[in-house]
């Protein structure tokens, strides 16, 4: 099967389609963080969630974008082996 994302709107902070299987940029991470820190005390799930979002590939929303992805391997399965 594959996902088609479309992005209707920008958004200032957030919002990306985090792949946490995958591996990605993490030049964005630490500043991410430090913003968050600022939000959300240190064990909560919303900084769980930030870390997960920039610390594996993501895709940031903008108007009148779109994602195709492959949500199953070709196997048929959404494990990887």
């Not at 946490?20 to 913003?35: I, N, Q």
């Not at 930030?50 to 594996?56: A, D, W």
Request: some cysteine; glycine content about 8%; proline content about 5%.
């Amino acid at each position: 099967f594959a996902t088609v994302f479309f992005y209707l709107s920008d958004v200032e902070h957030g919002g990306q389609t985090g792949f946490p299987e995958a591996e990605g940029d993490r030049s964005e991470l630490e500043y991410s963080m430090s913003v968050a820190r600022g939000m959300f005390g240190p064990q909560s799930w919303e900084m769980e969630a930030v870390e997960k979002c920039f610390g594996k590939f993501s895709v940031k929303p903008a108007m009148a974008r779109a994602i195709l992805f492959y949500s199953l391997h070709p196997n048929v399965s959404t494990h990887l082996c």
